[in-house]
């Protein structure tokens, strides 16, 4: 039996051209008052959209005049990492700035919430691009904006995909930033903590790793935690860590959440920080500088980092598509604090 909602609900500019005895070209004049259209044609097709509940998509409509308005930027990080404690502080850093950016050059800018519970926010908004910070190798958001033909830059590299554009974050230059650091404090035995997860970031810190560790003449010691673990699985690692190898005297956590994670697994093994055990962590973010002790970490420049991703992607929305990446000086910067200063003489 037919249902006019259904009608309705699948009304095309087709429906509306048949309905009314037009051309769809005629149909898209006539609603958007382009092109000439008599005024009696005018008010048939009119008419006939009304009756249809025929709405012209915004998406089309940019699409035919090439002007883009909404871009959305997306963390792939999950909320156990970018929310909580961090206030989602690696992501609203990036924020401000890509949105006083696009602002200048007349896009809107959407915040996508952290992938949760499986289910992709991305699917229900209308954009005309993204930036994805920190994709894995198999990204959903990533994925899903490639198969909907949208453009899309990703704040580091996204691993095994060399079809997307994407701004270097200096991960092999922050993770020998903060291994150098580490030995010239005096720490000989010095564990990598990474996530999991296919990033970029954690491919080039484990490689950046593994060539100190062999320049030095150094054991590898290398801990994964699940980035859903959040602290927990940081706390976790470590106390794994510290069981196995009980001689390390320095950590490098990458990630925030498992710094301040396993400054609590070497408290309840009763070592020091620094004095027995210096920790550091790459974002230089609220976690870094609320816990106890403070984290030494890096400042990323994540202004520059975000001011030239959208400006990327908006070379991409303009069909500019021949610069696939972009190396953001300046080089990052340590900010050392209490957790890896050397101990007192």
């Known amino acids: 039996m037919h249902n ?3 009608t309705k609900q699948r009304a095309t500019i087709a429906d509306v051209a048949r309905a009314a005895g037009v051309s769809p070209t005629t149909v898209s004049h006539a609603l958007n008052g382009k092109g000439y259209v008599d005024a009696q044609t005018r008010e048939r097709v009119k008419e006939a959209a009304r009756a249809l ?3 012209p998509s915004v998406r089309a409509q940019r699409l035919r005049t090439g002007e883009a308005r909404t871009i959305a930027l997306i963390s792939s990080m999950p909320f156990e990492i970018a929310g ?7 992501l609203m850093e990036v924020a401000a700035v890509a949105a006083a950016t696009a602002l200048t050059r007349g896009l809107a800018l959407v915040l996508v919430p952290p992938l949760m519970a499986g289910r992709l926010p991305l699917e229900q908004l209308d954009i005309d691009g993204a930036i994805v910070i920190e994709p894995t190798a198999d990204d959903p958001n990533v994925a899903h904006l490639q198969d909907r033909g949208l453009p899309v830059v990703c704040l580091g590299r996204q691993p095994a995909n060399e079809t997307v554009p994407y701004v270097d974050i200096h991960s092999s230059a922050t993770t020998a930033l903060l291994l150098r650091h580490l030995k010239d404090q005096g720490s000989r035995h010095i564990a990598l903590l990474i996530g999991a997860q296919q990033r970029n970031s954690y491919i080039e810190s484990r490689a950046c790793y593994q060539a100190f560790c062999a320049e030095h003449g150094m054991e590898p010691i290398i801990a994964e935690a699940d980035e859903s673990g959040g602290e927990a699985a940081g706390r976790d690692a470590c106390g794994t860590l510290l069981r196995e190898h009980p001689q ?8 925030d959440a498992f710094a301040v994670g396993s400054v ?8 020091r920080v620094p004095d027995n055990v210096r920790v550091v962590t790459r ?17 990323l420049h994540l ?11 908006f070379d991409h929305l303009g069909g500019n598509k021949d610069v696939r990446h972009c190396v953001v000086p300046p080089a990052p910067d340590l900010v050392i604090r209490e957790s890896s200063a050397a101990p007192a003489s």
Do not use: H, K, N, W
């Open 248 to 255: 390390i005297d320095g950590l490098c956590a990458l990630v």
């Open 264 to 271: 609590q697994a070497l408290l309840e093994a009763g070592r």
């Open 84 to 90: 909580g404690a961090s206030r989602l502080g690696f």
């Open 4 to 6: 006019p909602a259904q």
């Open 283 to 299: 974002y230089d973010g609220t976690r870094a500088r609320s816990c106890r002790p403070p984290l030494t970490a890096v400042d």
């Open 53 to 55: 509940g025929y709405r």
């Open 303 to 313: 202004d520059d980092m975000a001011t030239q991703a959208v400006a990327l992607l």
